[in-house]
Protein backbone atom coordinates (compact mmCIF):
# COMPACT_ATOMS: atom_id res chain seq x y z
CA UNK A 1 0.00 0.00 0.00
CA UNK A 2 1.46 3.28 -0.95
CA UNK A 3 0.13 6.77 1.15
CA UNK A 4 2.54 9.43 3.14
CA UNK A 5 2.42 11.05 6.43
CA UNK A 6 -0.67 12.71 5.73
CA UNK A 7 -2.62 10.05 3.63
CA UNK A 8 -3.32 6.48 4.48
CA UNK A 9 -4.49 3.79 2.05
CA UNK A 10 -5.73 0.68 3.12
CA UNK A 11 -8.08 -2.49 1.77
CA UNK A 12 -11.43 -3.15 3.13
CA UNK A 13 -11.86 -6.30 0.99
CA UNK A 14 -12.20 -4.73 -2.69
CA UNK A 15 -12.61 -1.63 -1.53
CA UNK A 16 -9.48 1.19 -1.15
CA UNK A 17 -9.93 3.07 1.65
CA UNK A 18 -8.35 6.46 1.18
CA UNK A 19 -7.93 8.70 4.62
CA UNK A 20 -7.04 12.20 4.80
CA UNK A 21 -4.80 12.18 7.86
CA UNK A 22 -4.31 15.49 9.25
CA UNK A 23 -6.52 16.05 12.13
CA UNK A 24 -4.38 18.78 14.18
CA UNK A 25 -5.46 20.53 10.84
CA UNK A 26 -9.14 19.29 10.12
CA UNK A 27 -7.13 17.73 7.12
CA UNK A 28 -6.11 20.88 5.75
CA UNK A 29 -4.75 19.58 2.29
CA UNK A 30 -1.30 19.54 2.11
CA UNK A 31 1.71 18.55 -0.21
CA UNK A 32 2.31 14.90 1.59
CA UNK A 33 -1.68 14.69 1.42
CA UNK A 34 -2.28 15.87 -2.43
CA UNK A 35 0.79 13.16 -3.35
CA UNK A 36 -0.75 10.71 -1.78
CA UNK A 37 -4.37 11.34 -3.20
CA UNK A 38 -2.77 11.15 -6.31
CA UNK A 39 -0.85 7.80 -6.33
CA UNK A 40 -4.07 6.07 -4.26
CA UNK A 41 -6.28 7.39 -7.71
CA UNK A 42 -3.75 5.85 -10.11
CA UNK A 43 -3.52 2.42 -7.64
CA UNK A 44 -6.99 2.43 -7.60
CA UNK A 45 -7.36 2.59 -11.14
CA UNK A 46 -4.09 0.08 -11.95
CA UNK A 47 -5.60 -2.35 -9.46
CA UNK A 48 -8.28 -5.06 -10.69
CA UNK A 49 -8.73 -6.01 -7.38
CA UNK A 50 -10.15 -2.91 -6.50
CA UNK A 51 -13.37 -2.71 -7.07
CA UNK A 52 -14.58 0.39 -5.18
CA UNK A 53 -12.71 3.80 -3.39
CA UNK A 54 -14.13 4.82 -0.57
CA UNK A 55 -12.60 9.04 0.19
CA UNK A 56 -13.01 9.62 4.36
CA UNK A 57 -11.10 11.79 7.03
CA UNK A 58 -9.47 11.14 10.57
CA UNK A 59 -9.95 12.67 13.53
CA UNK A 60 -14.16 13.58 12.80
CA UNK A 61 -13.30 15.96 9.50
CA UNK A 62 -13.30 15.39 5.97
CA UNK A 63 -11.29 18.51 4.91
CA UNK A 64 -11.13 21.99 5.75
CA UNK A 65 -9.76 23.33 2.54
CA UNK A 66 -6.06 24.16 1.27
CA UNK A 67 -3.47 24.68 3.56
CA UNK A 68 -1.54 27.71 1.15
CA UNK A 69 1.78 27.38 3.14
CA UNK A 70 1.96 23.42 3.31
CA UNK A 71 1.31 23.47 -0.66
CA UNK A 72 4.35 26.28 -1.10
CA UNK A 73 6.18 23.72 0.49
CA UNK A 74 7.01 25.87 3.78
CA UNK A 75 8.28 23.95 6.48
CA UNK A 76 7.69 20.76 4.76
CA UNK A 77 9.92 17.94 5.42
CA UNK A 78 10.63 15.72 2.39
CA UNK A 79 12.35 17.17 -0.92
CA UNK A 80 10.49 14.48 -2.88
CA UNK A 81 6.78 16.07 -2.50
CA UNK A 82 8.62 19.47 -4.12
CA UNK A 83 9.66 17.42 -6.43
CA UNK A 84 6.90 15.62 -7.99
CA UNK A 85 4.44 18.64 -7.80
CA UNK A 86 7.38 20.02 -10.12
CA UNK A 87 7.71 17.39 -12.10
CA UNK A 88 3.85 17.28 -12.83
CA UNK A 89 2.20 21.26 -12.17
CA UNK A 90 -0.98 19.30 -12.97
CA UNK A 91 -0.63 16.67 -9.76
CA UNK A 92 -2.55 18.59 -7.28
CA UNK A 93 -5.95 19.28 -9.42
CA UNK A 94 -5.47 15.12 -10.12
CA UNK A 95 -5.29 14.47 -6.63
CA UNK A 96 -8.79 16.80 -6.22
CA UNK A 97 -10.18 14.94 -8.76
CA UNK A 98 -10.72 18.12 -11.03
CA UNK A 99 -8.70 16.62 -13.42
CA UNK A 100 -8.73 13.12 -13.08
CA UNK A 101 -11.32 10.63 -12.74
CA UNK A 102 -11.30 7.06 -11.22
CA UNK A 103 -12.69 4.61 -13.10
CA UNK A 104 -13.87 2.82 -10.16
CA UNK A 105 -16.86 3.96 -8.30
CA UNK A 106 -15.89 6.93 -4.99
CA UNK A 107 -17.51 7.43 -2.30
CA UNK A 108 -17.05 10.14 0.13
CA UNK A 109 -17.62 9.31 3.90
CA UNK A 110 -18.09 12.85 5.12
CA UNK A 111 -18.05 13.39 8.97
CA UNK A 112 -17.26 17.55 10.51
CA UNK A 113 -15.39 19.98 8.19
CA UNK A 114 -16.22 19.51 4.47
CA UNK A 115 -16.11 23.20 3.41
CA UNK A 116 -13.74 25.03 0.67
CA UNK A 117 -11.18 22.42 -1.03
CA UNK A 118 -13.07 19.90 0.98
CA UNK A 119 -16.88 21.02 -1.08
CA UNK A 120 -14.87 20.98 -4.12
CA UNK A 121 -13.25 17.73 -3.91
CA UNK A 122 -16.53 16.27 -2.66
CA UNK A 123 -17.57 16.83 -6.24
CA UNK A 124 -15.27 14.46 -7.98
CA UNK A 125 -17.15 11.68 -5.91
CA UNK A 126 -19.96 9.79 -7.45
CA UNK A 127 -21.76 8.61 -4.02
CA UNK A 128 -21.83 10.97 -0.68
CA UNK A 129 -22.49 10.24 2.85
CA UNK A 130 -22.09 12.61 5.63
CA UNK A 131 -22.70 12.43 9.55
CA UNK A 132 -25.29 14.51 10.48
CA UNK A 133 -23.21 17.07 12.15
CA UNK A 134 -21.03 17.71 9.13
CA UNK A 135 -20.85 20.62 7.86
CA UNK A 136 -20.63 21.89 3.74
CA UNK A 137 -19.27 25.44 2.12
CA UNK A 138 -18.07 27.30 -0.59
CA UNK A 139 -15.90 29.67 1.60
CA UNK A 140 -13.53 31.54 -1.07
CA UNK A 141 -16.00 34.61 -1.46
CA UNK A 142 -16.32 35.67 2.15
CA UNK A 143 -12.13 35.70 1.80
CA UNK A 144 -11.65 37.44 -1.64
CA UNK A 145 -11.00 34.39 -3.41
CA UNK A 146 -12.10 32.26 -6.28
CA UNK A 147 -13.25 28.61 -5.66
CA UNK A 148 -10.82 27.18 -8.79
CA UNK A 149 -10.98 23.78 -7.77
CA UNK A 150 -14.32 23.63 -10.11
CA UNK A 151 -17.31 24.19 -8.25
CA UNK A 152 -18.75 27.25 -10.60
CA UNK A 153 -18.31 24.69 -13.53
CA UNK A 154 -19.31 21.34 -11.52
CA UNK A 155 -21.76 22.68 -8.72
CA UNK A 156 -24.76 23.75 -11.02
CA UNK A 157 -24.47 20.54 -12.73
CA UNK A 158 -24.74 18.85 -9.70
CA UNK A 159 -27.52 20.82 -7.97
CA UNK A 160 -30.18 23.48 -8.94
CA UNK A 161 -28.06 26.43 -10.03
CA UNK A 162 -30.27 28.49 -7.82
CA UNK A 163 -28.65 27.12 -4.92
CA UNK A 164 -25.39 26.22 -6.94
CA UNK A 165 -25.15 30.18 -7.14
CA UNK A 166 -26.15 30.68 -3.67
CA UNK A 167 -23.68 28.35 -2.13
CA UNK A 168 -20.69 29.87 -4.22
CA UNK A 169 -21.62 33.78 -3.75
CA UNK A 170 -22.65 33.71 -0.53
CA UNK A 171 -19.91 31.84 1.17
CA UNK A 172 -22.03 30.38 3.80
CA UNK A 173 -22.01 27.33 5.32
CA UNK A 174 -24.53 24.23 5.19
CA UNK A 175 -25.87 21.76 7.55
CA UNK A 176 -25.85 18.44 5.89
CA UNK A 177 -29.34 18.08 6.04
CA UNK A 178 -29.73 20.99 4.07
CA UNK A 179 -26.80 19.72 2.09
CA UNK A 180 -28.97 16.47 1.51
CA UNK A 181 -32.29 18.41 0.35
CA UNK A 182 -30.29 20.55 -2.28
CA UNK A 183 -28.40 17.30 -3.48
CA UNK A 184 -24.75 17.79 -2.82
CA UNK A 185 -25.50 14.42 -0.54
CA UNK A 186 -27.04 11.87 -1.13
CA UNK A 187 -27.32 10.00 2.93
CA UNK A 188 -27.32 11.34 6.04
CA UNK A 189 -26.52 9.48 9.21
CA UNK A 190 -25.32 9.23 13.01
CA UNK A 191 -22.42 11.23 13.27
CA UNK A 192 -19.32 8.69 13.44
CA UNK A 193 -21.45 6.40 11.38
CA UNK A 194 -20.38 7.59 7.63
CA UNK A 195 -17.60 5.51 6.99
CA UNK A 196 -19.65 2.22 7.92
CA UNK A 197 -22.77 3.28 5.49
CA UNK A 198 -19.97 4.28 3.39
CA UNK A 199 -18.43 0.58 3.16
CA UNK A 200 -21.90 -1.04 2.86
CA UNK A 201 -22.57 1.05 -0.07
CA UNK A 202 -18.90 0.18 -1.10
CA UNK A 203 -20.12 -3.85 -0.53
CA UNK A 204 -23.32 -3.63 -2.47
CA UNK A 205 -21.00 -2.45 -5.34
CA UNK A 206 -18.30 -4.87 -5.00
CA UNK A 207 -21.17 -7.49 -5.27
CA UNK A 208 -21.70 -6.57 -8.80
CA UNK A 209 -19.76 -7.45 -12.66
CA UNK A 210 -16.82 -4.87 -12.35
CA UNK A 211 -16.89 -4.17 -16.24
CA UNK A 212 -20.73 -3.33 -16.08
CA UNK A 213 -20.30 -1.18 -12.95
CA UNK A 214 -17.34 0.68 -14.83
CA UNK A 215 -18.96 0.98 -17.96
CA UNK A 216 -22.17 2.18 -16.50
CA UNK A 217 -20.76 4.99 -14.71
CA UNK A 218 -18.31 5.99 -18.07
CA UNK A 219 -21.55 6.35 -19.70
CA UNK A 220 -23.15 8.33 -16.97
CA UNK A 221 -20.01 10.85 -17.41
CA UNK A 222 -19.52 10.95 -21.18
CA UNK A 223 -22.93 11.25 -22.06
CA UNK A 224 -24.00 14.10 -19.57
CA UNK A 225 -23.37 16.83 -21.92
CA UNK A 226 -25.00 15.42 -25.13
CA UNK A 227 -28.27 15.88 -26.62
CA UNK A 228 -31.00 12.85 -26.19
CA UNK A 229 -30.30 11.40 -29.53
CA UNK A 230 -26.92 11.53 -28.34
CA UNK A 231 -25.79 10.30 -25.36
CA UNK A 232 -28.37 7.44 -26.31
CA UNK A 233 -26.15 6.63 -29.30
CA UNK A 234 -23.15 6.70 -27.28
CA UNK A 235 -24.91 4.60 -24.51
CA UNK A 236 -25.20 1.48 -26.97
CA UNK A 237 -21.74 1.90 -27.40
CA UNK A 238 -20.43 1.50 -24.06
CA UNK A 239 -23.14 -0.80 -22.82
CA UNK A 240 -23.41 -3.50 -26.03
CA UNK A 241 -19.94 -4.95 -25.18
CA UNK A 242 -21.38 -5.52 -22.02
CA UNK A 243 -23.44 -8.30 -22.77
CA UNK A 244 -20.62 -10.08 -24.90
CA UNK A 245 -18.54 -10.62 -21.63
CA UNK A 246 -18.29 -13.53 -19.45
CA UNK A 247 -19.52 -11.69 -16.28
CA UNK A 248 -22.44 -11.40 -18.04
CA UNK A 249 -23.04 -15.10 -19.09
CA UNK A 250 -22.03 -15.46 -15.38
CA UNK A 251 -24.67 -13.07 -13.99
CA UNK A 252 -27.45 -14.24 -16.01
CA UNK A 253 -26.03 -18.40 -15.10
CA UNK A 254 -25.70 -17.50 -11.02
CA UNK A 255 -29.36 -15.77 -11.42
CA UNK A 256 -30.62 -19.24 -12.79
CA UNK A 257 -29.03 -21.42 -10.11
CA UNK A 258 -29.94 -19.05 -7.59
CA UNK A 259 -26.37 -18.77 -6.03
CA UNK A 260 -24.13 -15.26 -5.95
CA UNK A 261 -22.17 -14.51 -9.40
CA UNK A 262 -18.41 -15.16 -9.38
CA UNK A 263 -17.35 -12.37 -11.25
CA UNK A 264 -13.54 -12.47 -12.88
CA UNK A 265 -13.50 -9.26 -15.27
CA UNK A 266 -13.71 -11.31 -17.72
Sequence with gaps: ??????????????????????????????????????????????????????????????????????????????????????????????????????????????EGYCVAGGTEMLQGTDIRVAGESATFGLFEVRRGLFPIGGSTVRLQRQIPRTHALEMLLTGRSYSAPEAAAIGLIGHVVPDGTALD???????????????????????????????????????LTRGWPVFDTADAKEGARAFAEKRPPVYKRA
Excluded at 17 to 24: A, F, G, M, Q
Excluded at 26 to 42: C, E, F, Q, T
Excluded at 198 to 219: D, F, M, T, W, Y
Aim: with cysteine; hydrophobic share 40%.
Design 1 to 110: MGGTEHLTVQREGATLVLTLNRPEAKNALSLPMLVGLHDGWLEADADDSVRSIVLTGAGGSFCSGMDLKALAGDGMAGEEYRDRLKADPDLHWKAMLRHHRPRKPVIAAV
Design 197 to 235: KALRIAGQINSCGPLAVEAVKASVYETADMTEPDGLAAE
